[in-house]
């Protein structure tokens, strides 16, 4: 890096984590030295300094920042990725070890500050929402394996009944004792005001699909549960959402909560956002959108790699021909998409009969072996650090930072991804400020939306007519 300090002070206000390592900035007025991701606010240009290492700004009469902690990201970049690790791992565990946020924080040796920083980076959700997602899926597994919900409501640590009735159904749609007698058929209660809309014009985006079928009330998703082809199927009724697999309903019922973006916190970001001067008016029209996730993460991966540097036209087309030639074939006469496995064993020469560039066959047939070889573990990618996840992911030939940070969007539910290279961003973002932002600015623009950019481009996404991600 060329150590010009007004490019790094503009590289400073973006807090960019990939930018940690290559620079420190010193705050004259308060003393201290940060990583440039730290989350801070941004103080003026002139009372910032910048540093090569922790000792020449310790030289400088500095010490470091107790929020970003720069001197354990200098003893190794991992280091804080072990700590979420090793922390998160606890909770799930054992979450009613862990009332509540200070008593999480006391067990990972830090300030609740220092761990809520922790959390953001690498889980992109705070430490609360953290234990609440982690209570509930807790739960869930006891109930699948026949304990009553209040039992395993207390073995989760749940302080009440009535907190656990609220979490639960918030992020299944069910109250805790359907779930536990969960059938093929049942009816999901949806988040107040979601909109459907957006969900079907994203699994309605090829009108010849394979795949999926949409109505204008529901749709029909074929997708693999334990290996066999399973029919979902849906229709939305007023603030309910009716619901019918053939295999496995618990499987089921959670594809489907992937499917419709129930599980995720719309309404803080509406609260924090709905005034802002750059997002404000989408987030007020579009109130209540929340982001439809694929059944499971190898179809966003593999729909990313499809999907690079073409048209959205052309990659539609890619895809049904793949899952046309590779994907399981369900009595209703519709397709899953092709599992990793399927994948890697196609002849070079059959993806290119398919219309798969070389280049194009070969990335998407290195990512499904490095799937299959365990090279790249797409189950667990969500319990490792986001850091972590996207340094195995972005190791993959052919696999850069817009499809990382597509496949965690899309595909492992990461709450605060940003696409900056994506077309349909910088297009939507050009009709809110006049002109056709660069990555750079894209990354400039959001940056004020973190730990939530992840809803912030989906905004943007569905402003466009036809919702052309």
């Not at 539910?413 to 990555?439: I, K, N, T, V």
């Amino acid at each position: 890096m060329r150590w010009n300090d007004d490019a790094l002070y503009a590289q400073f206000l973006l807090r960019d984590p990939a930018d940690n390592g290559k620079f420190l900035t010193g705050v004259i007025t308060t003393g201290i030295y940060c990583l440039p991701s730290c989350p801070a606010r941004r103080p003026k240009r002139e009372n910032v300094r910048f540093f090569h290492t922790p000792d020449e700004a310790r030289k400088d009469g500095l010490r470091p920042c107790h929020r970003c902690r720069p001197d354990f990201f200098y003893r190794g970049a991992e280091w804080h990725e072990n700590l979420f690790e090793e922390t998160a791992a606890r909770v799930r565990r054992d979450p009613a070890a862990y009332p509540d946020v200070p008593n999480l924080a006391a067990a990972a040796g830090l300030s609740r500050t220092a761990l809520t920083d922790l959390f953001r980076v690498h889980a992109q959700e705070s430490p609360g929402a953290f234990l609440r997602r982690t209570r509930v899926e807790y739960v869930c597994r006891l109930l699948r394996s026949g304990i009553r919900p209040s039992e395993a409501a207390a073995t989760a640590g749940f302080e009440s009944s009535s907190s656990f009735h609220e979490q639960f159904t918030a992020r299944t749609g069910l109250t805790p004792g359907t779930y536990a007698n969960l059938g093929s058929e049942f009816v999901l209660r949806l988040p107040p005001g979601y909109r459907f809309r957006e969900v079907l014009a994203f699994y309605g985006r090829d009108p010849l699909s394979v795949s999926e079928t949409v109505s204008s009330d529901g749709l029909r998703k074929c997708a693999l549960i334990d290996g066999q082809p399973a029919l979902f199927e849906i229709v939305f009724a007023g603030e309910t959402a009716q619901c019918r697999v053939d295999s496995a309903p618990h499987a089921g019922h959670h594809a489907i909560v992937r499917m419709l973006g129930i599980d995720s916190d719309a309404a803080g970001f509406e609260r924090q956002f709905t005034s802002d001067p750059l997002l404000g008016t989408l987030v007020t029209r579009q109130k209540g959108l929340r982001i439809p996730l694929t059944p499971g993460p190898w179809e966003a991966l593999a729909w990313a790699i499809i999907g690079q540097q073409i048209s959205l036209g052309f990659a539609v087309t890619l895809r049904r021909e793949l899952i046309g030639a590779a994907g399981a074939v369900h009595t209703s006469g519709l397709r899953a998409h092709p599992t990793p496995e399927a994948v890697a064993s196609l002849a070079p020469e059959a993806l290119r009969k398919l219309k798969f560039s070389g280049p194009k066959a070969d990335y998407l047939q290195t990512a499904a072996r490095a799937v299959v070889g365990g090279e790249l573990p797409l189950g667990s990618l969500r319990e490792m650090s986001a850091l972590r996840a996207a340094r195995l992911m972005s190791g993959i030939r052919g696999v850069g930072p817009w499809t990382v940070q597509y496949a965690f969007l899309r595909g492992l539910g990461f709450a605060d991804c940003l696409p900056a290279g994506d077309a349909g961003l910088a297009q939507g973002l050009a009709r809110l400020r006049g002109e056709r932002p660069g990555e750079p600015q894209i990354r400039e623009m959001l940056a004020k939306f973190s730990p939530w950019r992840s809803l912030a481009t989906y905004h943007v996404w569905a402003s466009l007519k036809g919702n052309s991600e």
